[in-house]
């Protein structure tokens, strides 16, 4: 990323050149047309973004950067007032049961997916199971939480379960897909700085995501697991499940040999128009170059050693593979 | 397959070629002899069954088509009465205690082994923990059972789990290996086809199985395990439990880069004649050619790169170390 | 090893040579330099031991072969009247409530640190998870245990937590490492030999030591695991937690192909002060050399692979990696 974009000559970060860097880099990036230059460089059409709830969408070429309703804080921060007050104030209605609330959520799939949002997106600890809740089984939680009593953990998953399970049937009602990530636990690491403080615990299984897949065949699951032991699992269940699709976002496991091994698995078992090869989960729009490069780099190396090496394919369908992999499934599974 | 079989000369199967390629294959597979050319082109001299307890085993020849006596239905659907009443009639005798109980799966054993079987076979979901249950423990869920009354699901546990000592025990009688395949979820996408709604649950252990494979130093168990995960364990299992063998069955995770990986870890580990290369769980005869092709060059792959190439070995030791893995401890396992 | 310490000449161990390399090696190792001959030909400068926490620690050269406080038995047997007496008797002092107790561990600590101890050690079930337990809340179980009545399973789990984080503290006043071998389950294979009958269980989690690492920032934790499934999350938590390294005791997991792997997930993603390359559990004097040899290799393949090829690294640059990890971070962070 720095040779690419900063001019930069050597081989490694040091303390003898990162003065240097630091310089060219700022004066590169105050240049005005600086957000075109690493576009054009990254050969990036689009960037899907995850978007705050109460998201306003304006502002920005929403063909461009794509917008996608992000969910974690109607799904597992709801019993805090903060949440509510923003749902509120971004839908203009009043949450008073679970009425209002599933039709405040309705609102904002009709907000997203006015301004051009092409999913809603989720990252979901390890213990959460989702399923079914009815109305009236967490009228009373939702009661209490709007009154401001505490809720017992059995409580606060109910209500985190009704809510998952309300974003599920939006998803179908406005034919989003609903990407899953599948593992996270959020500030493990209590002192560590922003986006470095979360970390995944292996001992989760997708049988707990069983009942979901079988009550939404018509919404598309686009997965991604934290953890590599996880992997095999998502393969299988992408063979199984029709609405399941592999998601090529590693996260903390964006690591070559993790990467590699994974697609490698995905490659050889996965339905080919059900893996989506990389999801970079860029954070800057300059990662986008080197990360990339990295998954290119990995994914031509697995097609020439496993599918033109030892099944014999021509190079020319090996790349056609690669190139569904890589883009075509995006726009084919996201509409795009 | 359908190059060998059936005439095939394309790379892969599209909606251009999939018509011609049926029409030959009807044809072949209605030839009178084909049977006969499958296990000739295939190499195949024993398949190994796995028949449902009932089964008369009669119509076939036993020699090539070994009898297995597979148990899953006495083990996990014992409370359903469709179960018992094919094990009375199977056997001519009324189940009414822990005793007749006992003694009706006796009689299994003893039809089994008159015909020939080789072995007893169970899948066995991830959650499941076998132990010893006295009669006095089981008589009164047995009792309720029988009575038609719903069990708890601790009860049900309990019926399970000595059904399950009950057949261990009849394999240290009879003398067969104990086939445990560990890590089975049943009917997991409920709108699957037939051998297409299994799928798996990664957390499970084998330390569940610490208080079996202690009581029967005298069966040998060859396991498989589902997740890809557990193949450490596995391998760890073999090297410490003399009756612990490796069993090369793969099924959901049948894939080449995980095959591969599984394949090295045991050929490192697992002492020579503990290690079951591969065991195809090929549902059709045709599948045995494609599958155990695969399995092969998998097996030799590793063998050069592993073993001649990083250790020296020269090929004749890498290939008897290869005929041992897929064909020699079958025949020393299976007395065969 | 036999080829280099005894003078065996053939490539494998069988029915026909076995006698004469009992022979000279039952000679070698009677010759009085014996011990010199072994660490001259091994390249070893120092050994680093675990010792029981009553060990005198006298009788050796203790710069040779460096001290280690194990600490399994204060953790996990306190409830044994054995240990306690031990203790005791290694402090000469009397146990009677947590203020004594923690007095008599302290005791080791300086009896340890006094005689060059360079760390604290001790394996762990998969179970557990470290807390901090007040006196108040440990002293009516300690006195219970101390009158001879026995605890309850949750009892004895707030004792093992008072005396780890203990141990923990003290680690941090002594500026000790304390090894963390997370996952062993003991005496899983009763008929086993001495160091065979261990076994573990991969359903463990990190997460467990979050409350641990949070509360220590000043104890270096370096973290062996034994499923090999726990190595991505070990990567992932040394990567976040600046005071957790990652330590390449693999134990049962000892096999190249894993070994390789985890390696590779190590060398990439790990930062490079904060890997142990390889802890070799080594048993024996004599083993040293042939596992190291083939951790070499494994580091040899992985720099050459990963780094001068895919990345274009010199190979000075990769072979100064390679040291550190083998060396020089072991210096540094145990202080020899």
């Given amino acids: 990323m720095c040779q690419q974009f900063f001019g930069f000559e050597s081989d490694a970060v040091t303390t003898e050149n990162w003065e240097s860097l630091y310089?060219?880099?700022?004066?590169?990036?105050?240049?005005?047309?600086?957000?075109?230059?690493?576009?054009?460089?990254?050969?990036?059409?689009?960037?899907?973004?995850?978007?705050?709830?109460?998201?306003p969408l304006t502002g920005f070429d929403t063909s461009?950067?794509?917008?996608?309703?992000?969910?974690?804080?109607?799904?597992?921060?709801?019993?805090?007032?903060?949440?509510?007050?923003?749902?509120?104030?971004?839908?203009?209605?009043?949450v008073s049961d679970p009425a209002s609330l599933r039709a405040a959520i309705g609102q904002l799939f009709e907000h997203f997916t006015k301004n051009g949002a092409k999913a809603c997106a989720i990252s979901i600890p390890p213990t959460f199971s989702p399923a079914a809740v009815?109305?009236?089984?967490v009228e009373p939680i939702l009661t209490s939480v709007l009154t401001g009593r505490e809720l017992s953990h059995d409580e606060a998953a109910v209500l985190s379960q009704f809510n998952f399970w309300t974003l599920a049937g939006f998803c179908a009602e406005y034919r989003l897909p609903f990407d899953l990530m599948i593992g996270v636990n959020r500030r493990v690491y209590e002192?560590?700085?922003?986006?470095?403080?979360?970390?995944?615990?292996?001992?989760?299984?997708?049988?707990?995501?069983?009942?979901?897949?079988?009550?939404?065949?018509?919404?598309?699951?686009?997965?991604?697991?934290?953890?590599?032991?996880?992997n095999q699992e998502l393969v299988s269940y992408a063979w199984i499940f029709p609405n399941v699709v592999t998601n090529g976002h590693w996260w903390y496991s964006n690591i070559p040999p993790h990467i590699e091994l994974d697609c490698r698995s995905r490659l050889s078992a996965v339905p080919q128009t059900k893996q989506i090869g990389y999801y970079s989960d860029m954070y800057k729009l300059e990662f986008a170059l080197p990360k990339f490069a990295m998954y290119r780099r990995i994914l031509a190396k697995v097609l020439a050693n496993d599918f033109v090496i030892d099944r014999g394919w021509s190079e020319e369908r090996a790349i056609a593979l690669g190139k569904l992999n890589l883009r075509g499934n995006v726009e084919t599974i996201f509409q795009v």
């Fill in 23 to 55: 310089d060219n880099a700022a004066a590169k990036m105050a240049e005005p047309d600086w957000e075109q230059q690493v576009l054009s460089k990254s050969g990036l059409e689009k960037v899907f973004l995850t978007n705050d709830f109460d998201d």
């Fill in 64 to 94: 461009l950067y794509v917008p996608c309703l992000r969910t974690d804080d109607l799904v597992f921060h709801f019993t805090k007032r903060e949440t509510r007050d923003r749902l509120e104030k971004a839908t203009g209605s009043s």
């Fill in 134 to 137: 009815s109305e009236s089984e």
């Fill in 191 to 230: 002192a560590g700085v922003f986006q470095g403080q979360d970390l995944y615990d292996s001992r989760v299984s997708l049988i707990q995501y069983r009942e979901l897949f079988n009550a939404f065949p018509q919404v598309t699951f686009p997965v991604s697991v934290l953890a590599q032991t996880s």
